[in-house]
């Protein structure tokens, strides 16, 4: 056993290490490394005009989950997606160079001020409703059965 002590923020470091937060907040970091570096054609390095349109991008959007391979990101505005769809392979495949081991397939969008989020695992809402129909079935078969014997007693009652 060991006996150091530490403190509150190593040992809250250490239980979330594996979590999901700490995942998708180093998913955060690098979706701005990546979306930052899109350049669109008419970008034009000496224009001091404008952001880059990838610059925009990484300002105006941030992920928020990551569950099955997809990413849930918040744009501030409708027009965001449009820019990231037309992106998504460029940004997908930099992310997998950075991050290979979380396996993002393809992202997902809602606006700021949603509270749409990522369903949850398919397999488990079909446990959920086998279980709810099993249940509905038992209390037929319950009902059917006390029917059928009640029905048996009045049979014999007018014989």
């Not at 990546?34 to 000496?46: A, G, H, L, P, T």
């Not at 949850?120 to 086998?130: G, K, P």
């Amino acid at each position: 056993m060991n006996n150091e002590i530490i403190d509150s923020s190593k040992m809250m470091m250490n239980i979330m290490g594996n979590s999901l937060f700490m995942q998708t907040d180093n998913v955060g970091s690098v979706w701005k490394r990546v979306v930052s570096k899109i350049r669109n054609f008419n970008d034009d390095e000496n224009n001091d005009k404008h952001m880059p349109i990838g610059e925009r991008l990484a300002g105006n959007t941030r992920v928020i989950d990551l569950k099955k391979g997809i990413l849930l990101v918040e744009v501030d505005h409708p027009g965001w997606v449009q820019y990231l769809r037309m992106y998504q392979k460029f940004i997908i495949t930099g992310i997998k160079r950075e991050l290979p081991e979380l396996k993002i397939n393809t992202m997902a969008f809602r606006q700021t001020g949603s509270s749409a989020r990522l369903n949850d695992d398919y397999e488990e809402r079909l446990a959920n409703a086998r279980k709810q129909l099993s249940q509905k079935l038992d209390e037929q078969d319950k009902e059917i059965e006390e029917f059928l014997a009640k029905n048996n007693s009045n049979n014999k009652t007018k014989e």
